[in-house]
């Protein structure tokens, strides 16, 4: 069964602190994304990688980075956290192709920082 | 970049009951997508749209493909208990390979 899995449910971490967020899905898609989920705002898109090694600006990639050493593997990288980055972060891969329609998602990261 | 507008924010609802929402936008598409997110989970894929006026069903949910095709709407016929969640439309770029933007979302909670 296809499976995108988030390292972690909850995390909490202090202002200025680095933060890792790890993201691996088993289904060899070439696409990654990730989003942040917040109440009123819906999903929106901070970074995406259609490639090993190659990553794309989302709508809001302002205090993110991410990494992807490994096609299965990307990760999300908040430099210095602050306390507006509290969020649902959520994970999501695809096939690749012409269209990015179907995306399978993790479960998501609760993220607070205080 | 684009923006999705779906309405209702939230819906509080008896079992049983039929529910409606819609998505907007001040743009065009081609496609139209819409995801439900139960809670504690990631959103999953519905229904597909891919043609102006188009109505699809998935069991007890029926989406359409809005004439104008800058909205979408999306129907559940006799709510159950189990259609608790999130429900977001998506839609992908019109130029192939394209990211998707999602919708503000619909909150559906259902009373007992």
């Known amino acids: 069964d296809v499976k995108v899995t988030q390292s972690s449910r909850y995390l909490v971490k202090r202002t200025g602190e680095k933060v890792f967020l790890e993201c691996v899905q088993d289904?060899?898609?070439?696409?990654m994304f990730w989003y942040r989920q917040d109440p009123g705002l819906g999903l929106r898109l901070i970074y995406f990688s259609y490639d090993v090694k190659m990553k794309e600006k989302g709508d809001i990639p302002e205090g993110y980075s991410v990494s992807r050493e490994k096609k299965e593997r990307f990760s999300l990288i908040l430099e210095s956290a602050s306390t507006n980055q509290t969020s649902m972060y959520l994970c999501?891969?695809?096939?690749?192709?012409?269209?990015?329609?179907?995306?399978?998602f993790g479960s998501g990261t609760q993220l607070s920082v205080l | 970049g684009q923006q999705l507008n779906q309405s209702p924010q939230s819906m509080f609802i008896q079992e049983g009951e039929d529910v409606s929402m819609n998505c907007t936008s001040s743009s065009i598409f081609n496609t139209w997508l819409w995801y439900k997110q139960d809670p504690g989970e990631g959103p999953v894929l519905l229904i597909a749209l891919y043609k102006a006026g188009e109505l699809t069903s998935n069991g007890r949910l029926t989406a359409q493909f809005g004439i104008t095709r800058k909205d979408s709407f999306l129907n559940i016929s006799a709510s159950i208990p189990s259609d608790v969640g999130i429900y977001f439309c998506?839609?992908?770029?019109?130029?192939?390979?394209?990211?998707?933007?999602f919708g503000t979302g619909t909150r559906l909670t259902i009373i007992p």
């Open positions: 998506a839609a992908p770029g019109n130029f192939g390979n394209e990211k998707l933007t």
């Open positions: 289904m060899d898609h070439e696409n």
């Open positions: 999501a891969s695809s096939p690749g192709g012409a269209t990015n329609e179907k995306l399978f």
